[in-house]
């Protein structure tokens, strides 16, 4: 998918660039990817690596590109288009079958927590996380890994990136609300504590 005429039209920018025929053959070239494929193991893996490329395109001229350019507009459609893909795929993977064909039950296989809090919340944990090297030492995509999260705890985080622009431009001194704040929450528990251990001496 990443060798058709649509990816060189989205790293290589043009006026004249037909951008929607380029588009519905890269949707075809998908179709037939998910329909045609004769190692169905690795259609993961390219659905993967498409949306990656093509996250990689949308951060790295997200600041140039407006919400009118053609471009812009097509590369937003394919994003989406993949990630419905890539969810759909998860959605279909086999479930783990025990030796008695009976499905493993797992408490790891129900979903235990859910994340009550706004998505742009989780996402400044997440960009806050990354920027810590928390993940695979460092290197951990962020789109990837917001998917994960989401899917851990029940959120769908559609464009982690677009949110991280909304963020960034908050006005006021500090610009991360919610690690501000638990940071501030969390350090004043701990002297609750320290109040409470100093009163039983």
Known sequence: MTGTEFFLFLS???????YEKAYNVFV???FDLC???SEPKQLPLAIAYTEVELQYLY??????????????LYLRKALSFIHKIAKQLTIQAPQPISSNNQKKKHPSDQQLYQWT???VELVEIIY?????????NGDAPINELATFVGRLFGVEIKDCYHT???IKRRKNGSRTYFLDKMRE???KRMELDDLKEMKRR
């Not at 290589?12 to 037909?18: A, E, V």
């Not at 951060?59 to 812009?72: A, F, V, W």
């Not at 806050?128 to 695979?136: D, H, I, R």
């Open 12 to 18: 290589k920018p043009d006026k004249d660039h037909d």
């Open 28 to 30: 075809r070239t998908a």
């Open 35 to 37: 329909v045609k494929c």
């Open 59 to 72: 951060e790295r001229d997200y600041d140039t590109d407006t919400k009118s350019d053609k471009r812009c």
């Open 117 to 119: 809090s706004n998505t």
């Open 128 to 136: 806050g996380l990354v920027e810590m090297g928390c993940f695979n």
């Open 164 to 166: 991280y622009i909304d």
């Open 185 to 187: 929450r969390l350090n």
